[in-house]
């Protein structure tokens, strides 16, 4: 599913129109892109835990050239699923509350 699916299935599920529908959705993730951006953990009931983790540099070997390529630091996004979302797909419960 992408965001313009969500946006429609969003629409239809609560009677608004796609306009709102994206309007919303642009919102949510823009609020969860600038706590993540700050390095703040974002937490969604039932779902889970998206939180940024810093990866540190390391230096590569290209073998066909024998030259050291140095990658920088990173910062890696991660989702930890929570409890309910992992029961709900093996099939534990028949519904996320």
């Known amino acids: 599913m992408n965001r313009n699916e969500l946006s429609i ?3 239809n599920e609560k009677k608004i129109t796609k306009l709102q529908s994206d309007d919303i959705i642009n919102t949510v993730f823009n609020i969860i892109k600038e706590a993540l951006k700050e390095e703040q953990k974002v937490c969604i009931k039932d779902f889970g835990t998206f939180y940024v983790k810093p990866r540190k540099g390391r230096q590569l070997k ?4 024998n030259r050291i ?4 630091d990173l910062m890696e996004l991660k989702l930890k ?3 309910a979302m992992k029961d709900y797909l093996n099939d534990k419960n028949d519904k996320i509350k």
């Open 9 to 11: 299935r969003l629409a």
């Open 62 to 65: 290209d073998i066909s050239t």
């Open 69 to 72: 390529i140095k990658v920088p």
């Open 81 to 83: 699923s929570s409890q």
